[in-house]
């Protein structure tokens, strides 16, 4: 008898263990989890266009997808710009051009109070497009704000997300300064694969796990989203070259456009050194061309 109320004891401390065990696993998941559903509960889309020229069958395609041909309007966001009053009027009159006047500009300062009546505008827009220029100058304005807040939002709500360059560098939850940090002097594009030298700050992290790059073609930036790729393996880097664009609907991803969009992925999740070189093996790259499509994870 002693032998066995031992054992059940045992038995009983080991499911105990297992339970408490069970709970702690649940309980550190429950936030990505969360994370997960809120993405799942998003019933808008993403337009990601690369920079250059948008050719005018990618205008019809904003026009289309967001619906504001039909009802709603667009607003657009020109803070990336060094002269926003002049980002704002290009953006505006390539809807203008497709007789869509129901577009509007609305430019936040930094340090500013924000009216409730602004948020609310960009909150309940059916489109809301980022201009290009710098992206670390759009993030200083709208990074922890209502701005942030709303943008989130009207996505989650149906609206479509449009950004052109660094409109489209800001839609990753990790997003591509531009700055070299062991090179000091500016180049469009990186000379080496270094480690610690890509600069990854926050962006409006509309879509996780990615990165994006834009130019990509043109401007030759395999070299850094490659460096990023090998530091950050979790992530895949998409890079989506000028007068090109990625519409993103939940985990899928179709090419608009007139180049090719680099998707480089690190299932390994390899990276060596030597020195301060980076190497890897089994990075994976496709290139997807117009009308083609991909899930992101």
């Given at each position: 008898m002693v032998k066995n109320n031992k054992m059940l004891k045992k038995e009983t401390f080991i499911f105990l263990s297992f339970v408490v065990a069970f709970q702690f696993f649940t309980s550190c998941n429950a936030p990505k989890?969360?994370?997960?559903?809120?993405?799942?509960?998003?019933?808008?889309k993403l337009f990601i266009i690369g920079g250059g020229s948008r050719p005018s069958a990618m205008i019809d395609r904003i026009i289309s997808e967001s619906g504001i041909d039909k009802t709603g309007y667009g607003i657009i966001l020109p803070m990336s710009s060094s002269e926003p009053d002049t980002s704002a009027y290009y953006a505006k009159k390539q809807f203008l051009i497709k007789n869509i006047a129901n577009v509007h500009a609305l430019h936040f300062i930094k340090?500013?109070?924000?009216?409730?009546?602004?948020?609310?505008?960009?909150k309940n827009a059916s489109m809301i497009y980022i201009s290009g220029g710098d992206q670390n100058r759009f993030m200083e304005v709208v990074q922890n704000t209502e701005i942030e807040k709303a943008i989130h939002e009207a996505y989650k709500n149906g609206s479509l997300i449009a950004g052109t360059s660094a409109g489209a560098a800001v839609m990753s939850k990790m997003m591509i300064t531009g700055t070299e940090l062991k090179?000091?002097?500016?180049?469009?594009?990186?000379?080496?694969?270094?480690?610690?030298?890509?600069?990854?700050?926050?962006?409006?992290?509309?879509i996780d796990n990615v990165?994006?790059?834009?130019?990509?073609?043109?401007?030759?930036?395999?070299?850094?989203?490659?460096?990023?790729v090998i530091e950050h393996p979790e992530t895949t880097g998409i890079g989506i070259d000028e007068s090109t664009a990625i519409l993103i609907q939940g985990n899928n991803a179709e090419i608009v456009g007139e180049y090719?969009?680099?998707?480089?992925?690190?299932?390994?999740?390899?990276?060596?050194?030597?020195?301060?070189k980076l190497g890897a093996h089994g990075i994976t790259l496709d290139i997807y061309l117009a009308g083609e499509t991909f899930t992101l994870n």
């Open positions: 989890k969360q994370e997960q559903k809120q993405e799942q509960e998003s019933k808008g340090g500013e109070k924000f009216s409730s009546d602004k948020i609310d505008s960009l090179n000091l002097e500016y180049s469009s594009t990186f000379r080496n694969l270094q480690s610690e030298n890509i600069e990854i700050k926050s962006g409006l992290g509309m990165i994006i790059d834009q130019h990509f073609v043109k401007r030759s930036r395999y070299n850094r989203l490659l460096s990023a090719q969009v680099i998707v480089f992925k690190n299932p390994k999740k390899s990276k060596n050194l030597y020195q301060d």
